[in-house]
């Protein structure tokens, strides 16, 4: 696909499971103009899918994301139980439950439907793309398309090949993301976790050894993270930060500190005893941290609130912010 010439709206695009997830992402391609057949695999979604999207849109607006009414948006949204309506579909994104039998079921009443050419991927957070595409008739043309919260604000996206998947239709599913607001992430060789819950599974794997050895507590931890790393990764990479800062202390440093980083396979206690007693953060107000039901709600609100600010803050520095400046220079 040539990048100069992608006209959204001639592009429809599949949404199969419409929660959380599932409905984020729809209201992020009807922002970039695609039409979007939204399917119900289950009667409950019917109930809130649309309450949903266009909640999302009519925030969007007040925040000045887009410029026309939510309806000029929604209009080109078609919620459905009926899978025979992905027919014409360019892509088909799967987002219903990390279960991989669910998941195999729905893959198979998508491809009953759709052409052939019809690009085919799911949003799993971690089950291996190399695996779902065995259940798939034509495993060339399916791909991870790892999403994350919100959606529609976030720069985030991975795309990954799985072993069979053929990397050029990937490149192009790259260069269509770019019209979704996006800076994507091509994953060219499948790897459990992909990139970002590799690197962040590091992390708290760690951050649960610090607490549970008594070194910190979660709010320090929490703390410490917010004010490092937390402050500088809108701009900056880990890469980047390391030339930023000076590479050579950083190779210092790994000689002593990475054979007393955490590496256990168990999975931790700490998180173990939250899970066990129905434990699942912020959604019932029982997680790392202690939260009135009331306090719960308002940090999901102070989420939501600070992505906003932070989408405005990282519209300023994209990735070729440095390029821009250089060529900027050079014209005067
Ligand atoms: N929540 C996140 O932040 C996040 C981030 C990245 C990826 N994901 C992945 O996205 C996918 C969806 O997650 P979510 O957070 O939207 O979950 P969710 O619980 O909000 O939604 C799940 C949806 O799955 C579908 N579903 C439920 N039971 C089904 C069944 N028996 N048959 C077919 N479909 C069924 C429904 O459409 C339901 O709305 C998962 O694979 C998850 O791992 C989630």
Request: hydrophobic share 40%; net charge neutral; aromatic share 10%.
């Amino acid at each position: 696909m040539d990048k100069n010439i992608i006209d959204t709206k001639e592009l429809t695009i599949g949404v199969v499971g419409l929660g959380l997830m599932g409905c984020s992402i729809c209201t992020c391609l009807l922002m970039a103009g695609h039409p979007v057949i939204a399917v119900a695999p289950i009667p409950d979604d019917l109930l809130h899918a649309e309450k949903r999207i266009l909640g999302h849109l009519k925030k969007l607006k007040e925040e000045q994301v887009i410029e026309r009414d939510p309806s000029a948006y929604f209009q080109k949204c078609t919620i459905t139980e009926d899978y025979s309506r992905l027919k014409g579909c360019y892509l088909v994104i799967e987002c219903t439950l990390e279960n991989i039998d669910i998941k195999k079921t729905v893959f198979q009443k998508i491809e009953a439907v759709v052409a052939k050419t019809c690009l085919l991927a799911s949003n799993t957070s971690a089950i291996p793309i190399t695996m779902l595409q065995e259940q798939t008739a034509h495993p060339k043309r399916f791909f991870g398309l790892h999403w994350a919260e919100p959606s529609y604000i976030s720069r985030f996206l991975e795309v990954i090949c799985g072993e069979q998947s053929d990397v050029l239709l990937g490149e192009s599913l790259y260069e269509l993301s770019h019209y979704w607001g996006k800076e994507p992430t091509l994953v060219r060789k499948d790897i459990r976790g992909f990139i970002t819950n590799r690197l962040m599974y590091a992390m708290y794997r760690e951050a649960i050894h610090l607490v549970e050895n008594g070194y910190a507590t979660v709010e320090d931890v929490d703390r410490a993270c917010r004010n490092n790393p937390g402050y500088w990764m809108t701009l900056v990479g880990v890469f980047r930060w390391m030339d930023l800062t000076g590479v050579p202390a950083y190779h210092t440093v790994m000689k002593d500190l990475f054979p007393t980083l955490a590496n256990t396979t168990a999975v931790p206690k700490l998180i173990d005893d939250i899970v066990s007693a129905g434990g699942k953060g912020v959604s019932n107000a029982k997680g790392f941290h202690t939260y009135s039901p009331a306090e719960a709600k308002l940090w999901e609100e102070t989420f939501m609130e600070f992505s906003y600010e932070i989408r405005k803050l990282a519209a300023k520095y994209p990735e070729d912010v440095v390029k821009k400046k250089m060529s900027a220079k050079n014209k005067k």
